[in-house]
């Protein structure tokens, strides 16, 4: 809200103005009217306290409705960035899966992909319809005290956070009506659309209405608020996978008169669970055969199955060499400075400064398997240092880098809170970015984790016109 000399950033005058000068009783009345709201619309996410499901808390998402500005221009650097990177993505995961060439080209070593977990052998030589992988992404983005965006992390394999972006903007509008409308900002509820025109883009055939459905793990999962709220806000079929049906190389949903085709699936599962004739046999959340109806071409998936490898977090630290190998671009968004443990420069500079840095387990997301190396225990980096020397693969390290904050009301009082934001890029026979994405929220003071999964919260986020 307010640049290094102290004073407040253009884009954020009016949204000062009106905060500054709430009453407490008037802040109670907004804030309890928000939660009442989310309450009843059952905007929830689960919270694992540990790894143990019985310890799972279900609760509203903590929405924080102080809104984060970005000035149009500093928006429109973020928006090409993150076209470009998913561009680049999305030809690398062609790649891999027909010629590998950035392979023999030697820009990635061969054994960071084929003995990565999200690799899938099935995919080689499929050619996927429209040749679109990444249909939906969530690009994680910091800003640092220079004001330079950062990419922190690629989400491509089933990206969440969509609906409380949406949910989040309804209520700030009905809330802060005044404000909202001399602010100027830019919509997202066309994004919806944009969603929708994505998802039937890359039907098989280019058919011109074809059915979709959200396959969905069912109620039971963290982000099942959000599996209902886009199927129903999309108008498609939000199923199981016990209500789909193999037959004939093709998917059938079971509907009252009998059955009818369904020619795109945007999952919310795991490729491990979306076959169990492909994948896990044990698995009971998928459509046995599904596999088979993608290879035939009678049906689209979105992401695709083996999206996953691309947003593994040994292979983002190659992602600027994909947009120069690929697009033949510099990058406009850069990554943060990150080590490959199994490189022995970098695994002998990590270990001597393991308490400088934060280190990732390559193939989790969510928050889990991290170290902060600022914050933590002596046990906490003993323990992450022995894990590193048994499988230096498994991790990376990344220099720790000062968050942006923007203010959160906090016991009726402003106050500073570390950020990050989530860029959402729909990919189909167009590109779409929705305007300011979802900004979160470490609500813990200090704290540099914003996962929801993690007790973090959520803001608004506003893209000003020009």
């Given amino acids: 809200m307010f640049d290094p000399s102290g004073s407040i950033r253009p884009q954020y005058a009016s949204i000062h103005a009106q905060f500054a ?31 143990q499901a019985e310890k799972a808390l279900e609760r509203t998402i903590p929405f924080d409705y102080i809104p984060r500005a970005i000035a149009a221009e500093e928006w429109e650097i973020v928006d090409r960035g993150l076209r470009q990177r998913v561009q680049a993505l999305n030809a690398f995961l062609h790649d891999i899966y027909h010629q590998q060439q950035i392979i023999q080209d030697g820009i990635i070593p061969r054994r960071m992909i084929v003995s990565n977990i999200y690799f899938r052998p099935e995919m080689m030589s499929l050619d996927v319809p429209g040749g679109v992988y990444i249909t939906t992404s969530g690009i994680d983005l910091i800003r640092d005290e220079h004001g ?73 999962n963290s982000a099942y608020f959000e599996h209902t709220f886009l199927a129903q806000q999309m108008g498609i079929y939000l199923v199981e996978g016990r209500d789909l049906l193999y037959k004939d190389h093709k998917i059938y949903i079971r509907e009252l008169n009998g059955l009818r085709q369904v020619d795109v699936i945007y999952r919310r599962i795991d490729d491990e669970f979306l076959d169990p004739l492909a994948f896990n046999p044990q698995s009971l959340l998928g459509i046995p055969g599904v596999m088979n109806a993608y290879r035939a071409g009678n049906i689209a998936i979105a992401n695709a199955p083996g999206t996953g490898v691309a947003d593994d977090k040994a292979i983002y630290a190659y992602v600027p060499d994909m947009i120069r190998y690929y697009l033949h671009e510099e990058p406009i968004l850069s990554n943060v400075p990150t080590y490959i443990l199994d490189r022995k420069d970098d695994y002998e500079y990590v270990m001597e400064h393991l308490r400088e840095l934060v280190v990732k387990e390559t193939s989790l997301s969510g928050g889990y398997g991290m170290l902060i190396g600022p914050s933590a225990t002596e046990r906490e980096l003993a323990e992450f240092a022995k894990a590193i020397q048994a499988n230096p693969t498994r991790y990376i390290a990344q220099k720790t880098m000062k968050l942006s904050t923007a203010p959160i009301m ?57």
Wanted: overall charge positive; hydrophobic content about 40%.
């Fill in 21 to 51: 000068t709430m009453s407490p009783a008037l802040q109670s009345i907004r804030q309890q009217a928000l939660k009442q709201r989310m309450i009843e619309e059952g905007i929830t996410f689960t919270l694992y306290q540990s790894d």
């Fill in 148 to 220: 330079q965006y950062f990419v922190l992390e690629d989400n491509l394999r089933s990206p969440s956070g969509f609906s409380y972006l949406f949910r989040g903007r309804a209520l700030m509008r009905e809330l802060f009506h005044d404000l909202y409308l001399q602010s100027s900002v830019m919509d997202v509820e066309r994004s919806i659309n944009a969603f929708l025109s994505s998802l039937r883009s890359i039907a098989p055939n280019g058919k011109k209405d074809p059915v979709i459905a959200l396959l969905t793990p069912g109620a039971y």
């Fill in 410 to 466: 906090h016991e009726g009082t402003m106050t500073p809170r570390h950020i990050d934001l989530r860029g959402f890029v729909l990919k189909g026979t167009d590109n779409h970015v929705i305007p300011g994405g979802l900004t979160r929220v470490a609500l813990v003071e200090g704290s540099l984790v914003v996962n929801s999964s993690q007790g973090g919260g959520v803001k608004d986020t506003w893209v000003l016109k020009k």
